[in-house]
């Protein structure tokens, strides 16, 4: 038997829950259903953050990156108010409806509890910085940020869940197996529950963790991916004063440079002043990422951020997302999890062990990563950009390029297969919409949340329009 429902939502990640969210406001009595794999936003945990392992035992649903809040539940919720960065809904819909829609999200965010402040970059000082930086060749991409903070983050999507579970229906531990068209009738998902979900609009919001998935569903049902880039890099670590004079004024600067040796486009990414760096499970591959808090004893005294370079294939090959996880997958063979190298060793061609970790100034703050060698694990041409952008920021923030600055890999990021769809982010398929980073559109909270408000706008306004 299946449950019918007027409007399915898969996944709720940001997108999700911001579909779910406006749904809710513009047609309360619509009986809508959002399932997702992971757990609530109370019950969600990491084995390791709970103390009970110490290292990834790769669970079949990670918490760190599913269930309510999605991948962004434990993020420190680095909101950017900006279309430069973050997705590609500009390729939808034209700039000022995407402003509109990221600013439409920040207001229910503040409703539950986020902070009014932000980091704006029309000031003398941000504009100062981005002079100084051109001196340099390097390009300082002008957003406006708000700092949610890690424990934040989590009260306001514990707040926004408490609403929206009054109107929609949660199926939590749920994962969706399959999509089936029903003709007119709409859309038939099945699940490894049992029982099947009919309903008559459908928006899936699988981000990341389940794009694999999604895609293979959408090959399924004939309709069209266009396979986007995939970012490799390192997470770089060192002592929050090196960096002081920019994240006290733009908080999150994201430095954007174009290597004299190879042509190839490096930035720095997901900066984070005094935070901790943290290993991320991406099917079963460990990568690193980071975070911080806004409280201040919850800080630590370095600053960390990737570097990442962009790579795009064509042909004869056309995976980026199996030579991204390739990679990863070296780092992880050599060390066991994430691989830890000083930036001096790196140079000097040496592998870093545990003695000369020891001696480091800058202490780790993932103290799970291990000692080694990068070179062995990067390719020679993403590593050499590296080298070069570290030295570039060292004109910019001297000692970044410091004998103990430390370089944790690898740092992946996989953008979804993007999925062919109308300015209202509607696949060929009528009423089967796509939202956030897992339908390949956008790569950051503020976008995500946006293009859920977005295709709940669209179904709200066809359901008015039949009346
Ligand atoms: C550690 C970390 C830190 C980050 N920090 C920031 C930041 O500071 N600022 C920023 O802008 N962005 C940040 N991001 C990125 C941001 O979290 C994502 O862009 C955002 O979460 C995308 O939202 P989404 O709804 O598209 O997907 P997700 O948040 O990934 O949610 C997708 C949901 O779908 C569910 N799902 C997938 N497949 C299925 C299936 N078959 N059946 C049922 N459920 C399914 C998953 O369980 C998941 O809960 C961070 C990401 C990570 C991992």
Redesign the pocket.
């Given at each position: 038997m299946s449950t019918r429902y007027d409007v399915a939502i898969?996944?709720?990640?940001?997108?999700?829950?911001?579909a779910g969210y406006e749904l809710m406001r513009l047609c309360p009595s619509l009986k809508v259903v959002t399932?997702?794999?992971?757990s609530d936003i109370y019950t969600r945990s990491c084995p390791i953050v709970a103390g009970k392992v110490k290292e990834c035992i790769h669970c079949k649903?990670?918490d760190?990156?599913?269930?309510?809040?999605?991948?962004?539940?434990?993020?420190?919720?680095?909101?950017?108010f900006t279309t430069a960065f973050?997705?590609w809904l500009t390729d939808f819909m034209d700039a000022k409806e995407v402003m509109d829609l990221i600013d439409y999200v920040d207001s229910i965010n503040v409703r539950h509890g986020a902070t009014d402040q932000v980091f704006s970059t029309d000031t003398p000082a941000a504009r100062a910085l981005e002079k100084k930086a051109l001196e340099f060749d390097l390009h300082l991409l002008q957003a406006r940020c708000k700092?949610?903070g890690t424990e934040n983050?989590l009260k306001i999507l514990q707040s926004i869940y408490e609403t929206v579970r009054e109107h929609v229906e949660y199926r939590f531990r749920?994962?969706?197996?399959s999509i089936e068209v029903l003709g007119t009738e709409g859309y038939r998902?099945g699940?490894?529950r049992g029982e099947p979900v009919d309903c008559r609009w459908l928006i899936a919001?699988?981000?990341?963790?389940?794009?694999e998935?999604?895609s293979n569903?959408c090959k399924g049902l004939g309709l069209e991916l266009i396979n986007n880039q995939v970012d490799i890099g390192v997470r770089v670590e060192l002592p929050a004063k090196v960096f002081e004079h920019i994240t006290d004024v733009v908080y999150?600067s994201k430095l954007v440079y174009r290597t004299k040796q190879y042509g190839d486009q490096v930035r720095t990414f997901?900066m984070?002043p005094y935070g901790h760096v943290?290993a991320?499970n991406?099917e079963g591959i460990n990568t690193v990422?980071?975070?911080s808090y806004s409280d201040p004893a919850l800080q630590s005294e370095n600053t960390n951020f990737a570097l990442l370079v962009s790579n795009r294939f064509t042909q004869p090959f056309n995976e980026p997302y199996r030579y991204g996880k390739h990679i990863a997958s070296l780092s992880n063979m050599l060390a066991g999890g994430v691989l830890v190298q000083r930036f001096g060793d790196l140079v000097s061609g040496i592998r870093t062990n545990e003695h000369r970790m020891s001696k480091s100034f800058v202490r780790p703050t993932l103290t799970a990563a291990v000692p080694g060698d990068l070179s062995l694990a990067l390719p020679k041409r993403q590593l050499d950009d590296i080298i070069e952008m570290i030295y570039q920021l060292d004109k910019l923030a001297p000692g970044t390029a410091n004998y103990d600055t430390l370089l944790y890999g690898a740092e992946v990021k996989f953008y979804s297969a993007r999925l062919a769809l109308s300015g209202e982010l509607e696949t060929a398929l009528p009423g089967f919409f796509a939202?956030?980073?897992?339908?390949g559109v956008?790569?950051?909270?503020?976008?995500?949340?946006a293009?859920?408000v977005k295709v709940a706008r669209v179904i709200a306004r066809r359901l008015s329009e039949q009346g």
């Open positions: 898969i996944g709720c990640g940001e997108a999700g829950i911001f399932l997702d794999q992971g649903i990670c760190t990156m599913c269930g309510f809040g999605g991948a962004g539940a434990f993020s420190d919720g680095k909101y950017n973050g997705g700092h949610l983050n749920t994962s969706v197996a998902l699940t490894d919001a699988p981000g990341r963790s389940g794009a998935w999604f569903q999150e997901c984070n943290v991320e991406v990422n980071g975070h939202a956030g980073d897992g339908a956008t790569r950051g909270l503020a976008q995500a949340g293009s859920g």
